[in-house]
Structure formats: C-alpha cells, structure tokens
C-alpha cells in the first residue's frame, strides 16, 4: 500500500487515481427514439428500468447504458443490442467494462443526488460526472477480476433471451390450456 496525496489515504501500490473519463469510451449517440420499439427480437435499452426490443442491433460487446433523463438506470449488456436517444451508452478498454459498470452502480444515489440538473427535465450532467475522481485497479488485477466476473455477466446477458423465449412459449400455451385444448 501507498499513501495517495489527493485522496489522504492508502491505495494498492499500483493502483492510480483518474478522472472516470480515463476508462469510458463514448459510442455513438442513437437516433431511435423511444417509441419505436416494438416486440422484435433485440434488446432495446431506453429510459426507466425496463428493457425493450427493437428490430435490429445497433452495438454489441459490453456496453453500459444509462438514462440522460430524469434519474440514473444503469444497466450492462454483453451482446447484440439497441438504445434510444435518451441514453449514453458507454464502454471501457482493457477488460475494465464489468468494473465500470459496477463502479457506476455503486455511486447510484451520488449521481442521482449530484449529476442530474433541472431544467424543464432533470438531466444528467455526463462532463461533470466523467470528472469525478476514481481510484483505478492495475491492468494485472482487473485481469484477474474480468476473469471472474465475465463469464457471469455473459450468462446474465444470455438469460435475458432465455427469458424471452419462455415468455413467448408461455403466451402461446396459455391460451390453449385455457381453452382445454392442452391436457
């Protein structure tokens, strides 16, 4: 361990102290709004908490997503997909995506509370929160945690069309058990 100047407190020897804009890589911002999903076959991430689908991918890999409006949602998704206008989608390099996101999600409630601005909506306020100041894991020891936790982030992402599949065979059978056309 070593004392840090800035932060007043010992960190790993070779970890460093950055700004959060170091690790995040800006995609593109989307032109699809909101209401033109549909029930198609791509996850579709927008505002709120709830996932949409689309007709087609917009980006794949691992990505965050989080709403620009009103307050933070912040999700991850290792596969194909799609987002709307109202939301940044963001990434890292060097395997420290899962570390971004889980990152962000720790500090929920500091971005709700201080990176959203009032104007006619609330806003988040994405050059003021690329400024805070985070202590960053050695390439050696993200290494080893993306290690880890990837495969598990995958498979969550990979549930999602697990979960999909089942609901739409549900929907299908329902109806025919209802009917007593299933025994």
């Not at 010992?10 to 709004?33: A, T």
């Not at 990152?103 to 003021?128: P, T, V």
């Not at 400024?131 to 990979?158: L, Q, W």
């Amino acid at each position: 361990m070593v004392y840090n100047e800035e932060l007043k407190k010992e960190i790993p020897e070779w970890w460093k102290v950055d700004n959060l804009w170091s690790l995040i890589i800006e995609k593109e911002k989307s032109k699809i709004k909101a209401w033109d999903a549909a029930d198609w076959d791509y996850p579709f991430f927008t505002s709120g908490d709830e996932i949409l689908t689309y007709n087609s991918s917009l980006i794949n890999w691992k990505n965050c997503y989080l709403n620009t409006g009103w307050n933070a949602w912040i999700k991850y998704f290792s596969r194909d997909c799609s987002y709307s206008t109202d939301t940044w989608c963001i990434t890292s390099n060097k395997n420290y995506e899962e570390f971004l996101y889980l990152y962000l999600n720790s500090i929920i409630e500091i971005i709700n509370k201080n990176y959203f601005a009032w104007s006619w909506l609330r806003h988040l306020q994405k050059e003021s929160l690329k400024n805070i100041r985070i202590i960053i894991p050695d390439e050696a020891t993200i290494a080893k945690f993306s290690n880890v936790v990837s495969p598990m982030f995958d498979f969550i992402s990979g549930n999602y069309f697990e979960t999909k599949r089942l609901k739409n065979l549900k929907n299908s059978l329902l109806p025919l058990l209802i009917n007593g056309q299933l025994s």
